[in-house]
């Protein structure tokens, strides 16, 4: 389980393609600060399991379905990528309850940039609009961030200076892909009401 408050830009460092798998190495430094193997860290908004490690970088193994569902197969040597640590239970919850559970890609479509914030639309397909509301919690990249206005296609967010500064959403454009996940709470709340729903026939 992860906040959405990114710690650090790390660095791909290594892709190796396998057959049905990409094994990928990240340069970091905070985030292996307290890391041995076994341990999660979101790389993008995509929870990773540790499977080796050096003092400068730290490998995992990216599973097919993985590749399917976010866009971590896109990487490459060399780009910047958002990194959490799991939360502890002594942990501040700076963001909101996070999974590390990607359940779409969506695409930037256009950036309006302000005098002290930019206000960025996202595309997103059209099953996770329930899931979505005004001032409710999103998290695009890995990044827990408040919904400015919620879509039937697409939904937009408030980028304040931190943000721009710490993590990969300061340097994407139009056409960029995005991993997004959204509110787990939501998605308990409308399986019960299907489920509910269901009996009630």
Known sequence: MFTGIVEELGVVDALERQS??????VRATTVLEDTGLGDSISVNGCCLTVAERTDATWTADVMAETLAKTGLGSLTPGDRVNLERAVTAGTRLGGHLVQGHVDAVGHVIRREPGEHWDVVTISMPRDLAPYLVDKGSVTVDGVSLTVVEAGDAEFTVSLIPETLRRTTLGFRSPGDAVNLEVD????????????????AR
Do not use: F, H, P, S
């Open 20 to 25: 049905d798998a990409v094994r990928l190495t």
């Open 184 to 199: 787990v709470i939501g998605k308990y709340v409308a399986r019960q009401l299907e489920l509910r729903e269901a009996a």
